[in-house]
């Protein structure tokens, strides 16, 4: 019995020790590993940027179908005015200095017993490891009478930072002082849960001095929402929300906030209940993960699962799907959360290429919102990993939003570390 | 036979310390996040590897380890003023907090001009060497009593701020040294000493 | 059971696996810069830091930027007293600790800025103990003074400053760096030791606070604290460094009166040359010793009129020991020197003169027996001399002492015997078999005792053998021949025959024929008389020096002690060499002669050397009246053992003599 026990042992010690020499020509070989990273959004290039950091010898390449990146965070300022679109964004040199290889070209396709990648140009990239971080794309068969079309010329949905966010801000400018805007908010899961209420906020706060009797209206698919308290004492301090007068108004989906159709030439939203007429319609559409994802069979219904500890899809072997495509449950869809998730499946491609098991994950969300003028809130959140369950959790009396009722002077910093967060996620996605 | 039984003995007690190191071991190499990969999870605020960009968010990269031990502990037990940190300081232990002390002690500091009041700074710079020299050594560069040569300029306001309205608590002997110094420059004091370590690189 | 051990081979598998990837991981953790653009130079954090360790290494510029500041000596403590926290960097840096770091001894202090209130907790005796054992057997020799270090502190840890305060048992009563200047020990003869012992005074005196005021008006504490001499003395050079024993202790007492002559040698010199000294150096205290006279922590010049040896303080200093000391004991020399002719010219003179006695008797008596062995030896060789003749052993025997004479001869032999022993203790007291006598004796109070006990027997037995010689006399005054062969009186014949001994010696003449009592005889017989007077009178001086100061002035004393001790010296060579030789070690009497026990000697023999006693009894024919029977063989072997005895006593304390005389310090 005890022999026995003697001889398991040392069996698995001579296994160890082949499986660590075996591991040795993996080191070698590691100069040769190539990554091909699909979609240059934070996941993206924050992954691509920290694999070359984790291991200088990989070769990695980027394919991102725009020139450059423009950053959905912080875009809600350019609705106020406070900010302009140039100013959210950037190229992608920052990246290249880091020796990634940046393509200018779409995915369409990913083949994984082949390992390779294509673009809708027709090339192919082979890969050892592939990191897909598409984004989210829109469910354009939810809401009748909204398609893309639409979306373009008229009501723009802006969730993407672009020419839509720029459409908007200028139908808010052009609107009739005492006129309305309304907002239609989809139903979980989507991209930046607090953003529809902070871009409510944003042109409240441009309409308070431009428009002071236009109304901004929330029509909500749902019946709660991010930083919910947090945004209600903002707005009542700033917009006299819970007043006859209330600049802001929330329609929860249990009080008729849910739209199935829009009329696009009267701007006119067909809810439930009752139809809203806007002068200026923002339809924010239910959400999916981006088109690659669906391409190259990474999901499962609308998002694409993964093993939390690598963010490696469990469709298929080598695929890493980050960010607000992928199914990470208790992780909010947020810049911040693809950014801690790329982090994690870099380390774990290296590891892996070293022929080592990837170590526990760790995540961190934060998320500013601002208000208005010197009001900012705030979400916090590092998550751990259960290996048991297989599931990313919140670190038990960790994490929360901004205390209630706090200082104007909390307030106003959490405004400028919004401003100061911003600079610092940019710059360590792809500076 | 007696023997026999002697190696036996023998064997039961090696394999008694195998066993004993095998049931240390997989706590040593611990299943846990690695501090380097907690440490990343700090830059999207504090900046790739705690290179700030941020006038808002201190660098932390290059800072003494023990003095992040320090700052990160006084957080998680709301110790310190503040609208994030004490929430995410939670999520540590004591021993992942020194990881990540030391990771970021291992990371070069890398500054970012800001701009400046030359005239306050080098009024600044006198007080700096009059009251704050002494424990903020050497133009108050990365040490034992923090990093403030070069740390963002908003930061260290903010920082003032907390302290002089009791929102923090002094350390040792600084308060009387602070004291002393708005005394000599009044309320010019603070935008002096913020300005001159702003001037720093 | 069976899925933790698979867990646990997992987890060894893991290890292994980690430790060949070792080398992949570093380069995880430290990326090399990726681009062009150069990482900023300077220090990284982590090198402020031990990598073994893992603390925190401070340098000493960072501990001197505060403690250095000579523009800002004192700092406030958290309660806002004041506090001197400055430290010379110059001076540990030329100290030996110069090479140390601040943390390497204040090891309480992982930050700077100091986070709280700094305790001093520093140990000393641990670190110098550590190093002593790691370099003790370096060829370099650099940490030799360590040894010292380390015998310092074994002496340290049984002294009173190592043991815990009585009124806070939490602390010692005194502990190093309370005497050393922490920062500031120097290496010997070096410039800090001199500043520190300086120091010295106010350093003991912050507890010994009685004692330094007292020491602060003495001479050496003028020259310390005043004239800033270090070489004057200071409380270590007497009370010792480390040992510090109480100096209620007989042993420190003996230590602080050793210590002084470190310095004051002379006086030391002349110190042990007297009674004073002598029992001092043989252990006790309980003679006079240097702070007994001169005062301790007071000590002053004796022109100084609060001096305890100023001439109006001296008596009540002498009565400090002598209760009834008068002033003739003022007239004492304590530090009588018989060397020093200019101040001390009659105690010179006693000396000189005693020595020249010495040497002459010693040197004549000496070549005489040389000169007799050689030629008894020479006689012997050639077949002459005397033989006892075997085909007659029964011969009748000759009367030469009647009983009562044998018996103050043993008497006397013993007493003196006894008296060289109890009193060569003294002079010889830098001995170790003095030392030991005096202890196996019973101290210095009972050899005192024995030695005055065995003064008085031997004056009784001189002063009876006196009565009785006279009564003897007396009553033969009518035909008692003051000159005659039977008598004890020198006359002419006995240097005749010293002079045809000296010629038999030397091969010229015949050896000559002796009377009823030889020259050396004759010698042997009166030298005591000398000596008794002399010994007898300078002991009589000293038997009760309180009560002979009522008579006599106090120098008496000095040179009282001078000639006993010369004269006694004398007699203890002379009898247990030449006598011893005389009578017992010549080849003729070889190895002894017991007559002086059985009272007869064999015809043979006294017709051999006092031949001409002989031939006069047989002329008178009253030979007859003196040939007595053999005697008993008990009374043969018990003469024999006694003899044994005594000689074997005598040699005994000859050589203890001898050795004495040669290892006398100069």
């Not at chain 2, 023997?3 to 008694?16: G, P, W």
């Not at chain 3, 009193?423 to 078999?433: D, K, Q, R």
Request: charged share 20%; proline share 5%; with cysteine.
């Amino acid at each position: 019995m005890t022999d026995m026990k003697r001889r398991t042992f040392i069996r698995a010690t001579a296994g160890a020790v082949a499986l660590g020499t075996l591991g040795i020509p993996g080191l070698v070989l590691g100069a040769s590993r190539r990554v091909v990273v699909v979609g240059g959004g934070v996941g993206g290039c924050t992954a691509a940027k920290y694999l070359r950091k984790l291991d200088p010898s990989l070769a990695v390449t980027l394919i991102e179908s725009k020139p450059a990146y423009t950053s959905c965070f912080m875009s809600n300022e350019v609705l106020s005015g406070d900010r302009t679109l140039q100013s959210l964004t950037f190229g992608y040199d920052g990246l290249r200095r880091h020796g990634v290889e940046v393509v200018q070209g779409t995915a369409v396709g990913i083949d994984p017993e082949k390992k390779q990648v294509q673009t809708a140009a027709g090339d192919t990239f082979g890969y050892d490891a592939c990191v897909v971080s598409p984004g989210v794309g829109f469910k354009w068969d939810a809401i009748e009478g909204y398609d893309e079309k639409v979306a373009n010329a008229l009501v723009p949905h802006a969730w993407y930072a672009g020419p839509q966010t720029q459409l908007l801000r200028r139908q808010i400018e052009s609107m009739p002082e005492g006129g309305h805007v309304i907002i239609a908010a989809p139903p979980n899961p989507f991209k930046c849960p607090p953003g529809p209420y902070e871009r409510a906020s944003q042109i409240a706060m441009y309409c308070k001095h431009h428009k002071p009797r236009a109304k901004v209206t929330i029509l909500d698919a749902k019946d709660a929402f991010s930083k919910q308290g947090l945004y209600m004492e903002g707005w009542r301090k700033l917009y006299g929300y819970g007043t006859e007068d209330s600049m802001i108004q929330w329609i929860s989906a249990a009080a008729g906030g849910a739209i199935e159709e829009l009329d696009p030439s009267t701007r006119t939203l067909v809810g439930l209940v009752e139809d809203f007429q806007g002068d200026v319609v923002n339809i924010i559409p239910p959400q999916k993960a981006g088109a690659i994802a669906f391409a190259a069979d990474l999901v499962d219904g609308d998002w694409c699962p993964v093993d939390k500890r690598t963010f490696e899809s469990s469709r298929h072997k080598g695929i890493y799907v980050l960010g607000d495509a992928s199914s990470a449950a208790a992780m909010p869809k947020s810049a911040y959360a693809a950014n801690s998730q790329a982090k994690v499946a870099a380390a774990a491609i290296v590891a892996r290429f070293q022929g080592k098991e990837p170590d526990d994950p760790t995540f961190v969300n934060t998320c500013y919102s601002i208000v208005g003028e010197a009001f900012g809130i705030s979400v916090a959140a590092v998550y751990g990993f259960d290996s048991h369950t297989n599931t990313i959790t919140p670190i038990p009396g960790s994490g929360g939003v901004s205390p209630a009722n706090a200082s104007p002077e909390i307030r106003k910093r959490e405004v400028s570390y919004a401003h100061s967060w911003f600079k610092n996620v940019i710059n360590d996605m792809m500076e | 036979m007696e023997k026999m039984k002697n190696n036996d003995t023998l064997h039961k007690s090696a394999r008694h310390v195998l066993l004993v190191m095998l049931a240390v071991l997989p706590a040593a190499v611990s299943a846990g996040p690695s501090g380097q990969a907690m440490a990343f999870t700090c830059a999207g605020c504090h900046g790739t590897d705690g290179s700030s960009v941020g006038p808002s968010m201190p660098a932390i990269a290059g800072m003494d380890p023990e003095v992040f031990v320090d700052a990160m502990k006084a957080y998680r037990q709301d110790e310190r003023n503040s609208s994030i940190m004490n929430r995410i300081a939670k999520a540590y232990t004591d021993e992942q907090l020194k990881e990540m002390g030391w990771f970021f002690a291992s990371q070069r500091l890398q500054l970012f001009p800001q701009q400046y009041d030359a005239t306050l700074a080098a009024r600044g710079a006198e007080l700096h060497e009059e009251y704050c020299e002494k424990c903020h050594e050497n133009g108050g560069r990365p040490g034992d009593a923090g990093t403030l040569a070069g740390q963002w300029m908003p930061y260290l306001h903010y920082t003032m701020e907390d302290f002089l309205d009791g929102n923090r608590k002094w350390p040792r002997k600084m308060k009387r040294k602070v004291d002393a110094a708005i005394e000599e420059a009044g309320d010019d004091a603070i935008p002096a000493l913020v300005n001159f370590y702003g001037s720093q690189r | 059971m069976p899925s933790r051990i698979e867990t646990k081979r997992v987890a060894c598998l893991w290890v292994a696996l980690l430790g060949l990837m070792i080398t992949s991981a570093a380069t995880a953790v430290t990326p090399e810069p990726v681009d062009g653009t150069a990482q900023p130079a300077g220090e990284l954090m982590i090198d402020n830091f031990d990598p073994e360790t893992g603390k925190r290494i401070i340098p000493n510029e960072r501990c001197l930027t505060c403690h250095g500041d000579e523009e800002h000596r004192t700092d406030v403590r958290d309660d806002g007293s004041p506090v001197e926290i400055f430290v010379h960097s110059e001076q540990i840096e030329a100290s030996v600790h110069g090479s140390q770091k601040c943390t390497s001894c204040h090891v309480t202090i992982d930050r700077v800025p100091h986070r709280k209130a700094p305790s001093v907790i520093v140990g000393c005796i641990e670190c110098h103990r550590e190093t002593w054992k790691e370099h003790k057997d370096d060829p370099d020799g650099k940490h030799e003074r360590l040894e010292v270090v380390n015998e310092q502190i074994a002496s340290y840890m049984q002294s009173v400053h190592a043991r815990p305060n009585e009124l806070d048992q939490s602390r010692t009563n005194a502990t190093c760096y309370d005497c050393h200047a922490g920062h500031n020990v120097g290496e010997l003869g070096s410039i800090q030791r001199a500043e520190h012992r300086l120091q010295n005074p106010e350093i003991c005196g912050h507890c010994h606070e009685k004692e330094l005021e007292d020491y602060r008006t003495s001479d050496h504490g003028k020259a310390v604290m005043e004239e800033r001499d270090s070489e004057a003395a200071v409380c270590s050079d007497c009370h010792t460094t480390h040992e510090i024993a109480s100096p209620e202790t007989d042993k420190a007492k003996l230590q602080i009166t050793k210590n002084c002559g470190d310095c004051h040698q002379e006086a030391q010199r002349t110190y042990f040359k007297s009674y004073h000294g002598q029992v001092h150096r043989l252990g006790y205290t309980d003679a006079a010793k240097c702070h007994d006279c001169h005062g301790g922590h007071l000590v002053k010049s004796e022109d100084d009129p609060t001096s305890e040896i100023h001439a109006s303080n001296r008596l009540q200093n002498c009565r400090n020991c002598h209760e009834d000391a008068n002033e003739n004991f003022l007239s004492f020399w304590p530090h009588g020197d018989a060397h020093d002719r200019e101040n001390y010219p009659g105690l010179w003179a006693f000396r000189v003169f005693m020595e020249i006695l010495v040497f002459a008797v010693m040197a004549f008596f000496w070549v005489h027996v040389l000169l007799w062995l050689y030629r008894e030896l020479m006689d012997r060789i050639q077949g002459k001399g005397f033989v006892e003749d075997l085909s007659q052993p029964d011969v009748v025997y000759f009367r030469r002492f009647p009983l009562v004479w044998r018996w103050i001869h043993f008497l006397f032999a013993i007493a003196t015997m006894t008296l060289i022993l109890t009193g060569t203790t003294l002079l010889f007291s830098h001995t170790a078999w003095a030392k030991a006598v005096v202890e196996f004796l019973g101290g210095i109070r009972m050899e005192g005792i024995i030695h005055r006990t065995a003064a008085v027997i031997w004056l009784g037995i001189f002063f009876t053998h006196l009565a009785i010689a006279t009564t003897n006399i007396w009553r033969k005054r009518k035909t008692f021949e003051w000159f005659g062969s039977t008598s004890l009186v020198p006359n002419m014949k006995d240097f005749r025959d010293l002079r045809d001994m000296f010629k038999w010696f030397l091969g010229r003449g015949p050896r000559p024929q002796f009377s009823q009592w030889t020259y050396w005889q004759k010698f042997d017989y009166w030298a005591p008389f000398w000596g008794a007077t002399v010994i007898g009178l300078s002991g009589l001086i000293l038997f009760m020096p309180d009560k002979t100061s009522l008579i006599l002035p106090g120098w008496t004393f000095n040179i009282a002690n001078l000639v006993h001790a010369e004269e006694a010296l004398l007699a203890a060579i002379f009898l247990n060499s030449v006598h011893f030789f005389n009578v017992h070690f010549r080849p003729e009497r070889f190895p002894m002669s017991t007559a002086i026990f059985t009272g007869v000697i064999p015809i043979d023999e006294f017709k051999h050397d006092h031949r001409l006693q002989y031939e006069r009894l047989l002329e008178t024919g009253e030979l007859e009246k003196h040939l007595v029977h053999r005697p008993s063989r008990r009374l043969s072997l018990a003469a024999s053992f006694i003899t044994t005895v005594l000689i074997m006593a005598g040699l005994t304390l000859l050589t203890l003599v001898l050795f004495g005389l040669v290892t006398l310090p100069s």
